[in-house]
C-alpha cells in the first residue's frame, strides 16, 4: 500500500459542499461497488477486530485477502447511516436494493454477524437516518434527515424526539452520553443535554466529525483537512446545557480529497473515505496508507 505524508491543504474558500450533502440521498442506481471492483457512494466506516467494514450505495463491503472490496453478505441497500456498537453489532439505515420488497425507508436495521444477515429493529417504513452513533450506555441516536430531528433510543426500539437542526452528521462523547456534536452549516454545534438543545455552531466548518474514544475526536473539512478536537470547557455567558467549547487543531489534508465518511477507532487510528481510497492513519492522522480503491461518487450524504 503507498503510504502519504500529506502537506497543507490548498487554499480555497469552503463553498459548503455541505449544503448539498444535507439534502435526501440520492435514489440511483448503483454504479460501482461489486466484488472485486472498487467502491463508490460511501456512507460509512466501521472496525471490528482489524477488519474494516465500509456501508454504501450497494451494501456492506470489506477487503478480502489481495486488499480488493467484497460484499459482506447479500443485501445490497443504500445504507445511509452506519455504525458498529460497543458489542459488536452493526447497525444501519437507507433505503432497501433497486427492486427489491418492502417500504423506501429501512428505519433501524441490526446485523449481529458482522453484516451477513440483517433484521429490522424498528421504524421500518418510517425514517432514514443518515447518521446513527451510539453512546457507552447503548444509547442509540439517529439524526432523521427528512425531518431534520435528532431522535434518541435507549434500546433502539423505542425512541424520542429530540432537538430540530439541520446537519450532516453527529458524534456522541465515549466518555458523556449526553454530549452530542452535529456538523453544520455554520460550524460545529454541541449539545450537553442528550440532543435537547444545540449551541449555534462554531470553530471550522467541517463534513464529518467522530468520537472514538475520551482522547479521540476528529472532524474532517469539505476539502478533506482533518482536523483533532479538545474540549475547552465552558464558555461564559452561554446557556446551560449548550455552553462546553471545543478547540478544534489542524493535523493534516487527507488524501483524495473531497470526505465521505469518518471514523476515530482511538486517538492513533483513523479512518477516512475520500474521492479516491478509503484511507488508515496509524499516528493520529499525520500520515495515511490507502486500504481501498474508491471510484469517485461524491458527497458520501
Known amino acids: 500500500m503507498k503510504k502519504y505524508s500529506p502537506g497543507a491543504a490548498a487554499p480555497a474558500a469552503l463553498t459548503l459542499t455541505l449544503a448539498l450533502a444535507l439534502t435526501a440521498c440520492s435514489q440511483d442506481p448503483p454504479t460501482g461497488g461489486s466484488t472485486g471492483g472498487t467502491l463508490s457512494h460511501i456512507h460509512g466506516l466501521g472496525v471490528r477486530g482489524d477488519t474494516l467494514y465500509v456501508a454504501t450505495h450497494d451494501g456492506v463491503h470489506t477487503p478480502d485477502a489481495t486488499g480488493r472490496p467484497t460484499r459482506v453478505g447479500d443485501r445490497r441497500d443504500d445504507f445511509m447511516g452506519f455504525t458498529i456498537t460497543a458489542s459488536g453489532a452493526f447497525l444501519a439505515s437507507g433505503h432497501p436494493a433497486p427492486g427489491a420488497d418492502g417500504p423506501a425507508d429501512l428505519g433501524l436495521v441490526e446485523s449481529t454477524d458482522s453484516g451477513r444477515t440483517w433484521h429490522e429493529k424498528s421504524l421500518g417504513g418510517e425514517v432514514d437516518f443518515h447518521s446513527l452513533d451510539t453512546a457507552p450506555d447503548s444509547t442509540v441516536y439517529g439524526y432523521d434527515s427528512a425531518n431534520a430531528r435528532l431522535r434518541v433510543s435507549p434500546d433502539g426500539v423505542t425512541w424520542e424526539d429530540r432537538a430540530t437542526l439541520r446537519a450532516l452528521d453527529i458524534a456522541v462523547s465515549p466518555s458523556s452520553p449526553g454530549t452530542i456534536l452535529a456538523t453544520t452549516e455554520t460550524g460545529v454545534s454541541r449539545s450537553t443535554d442528550g440532543g ?41 455567558g452561554t446557556a446551560s446545557g449548550t455552553g462546553a467549547a471545543v478547540a478544534w487543531a489542524r493535523v493534516s489534508a487527507v488524501p483524495g480529497g473531497a470526505p465521505q465518511a469518518l471514523t476515530a477507532v482511538d486517538a492513533r487510528r483513523v479512518l477516512v473515505a475520500t474521492q479516491d481510497g478509503v484511507y488508515e492513519s496509524r499516528d493520529g492522522g499525520r500520515t495515511f496508507e490507502r486500504r481501498l480503491a474508491v471510484t469517485s461518487g461524491g458527497e458520501g450524504h
Open 196 to 236: 435537547g438543545t444545540f449551541a449555534p455552531g462554531t470553530g471550522p466548518v467541517l463534513s464529518y466529525v467522530s468520537w472514538g474514544a475520551p482522547d479521540a475526536l476528529f472532524g474532517v473539512d469539505p476539502s478533506g483537512v482533518l482536523f483533532r478536537g479538545t474540549n475547552t470547557g465552558t464558555r461564559p
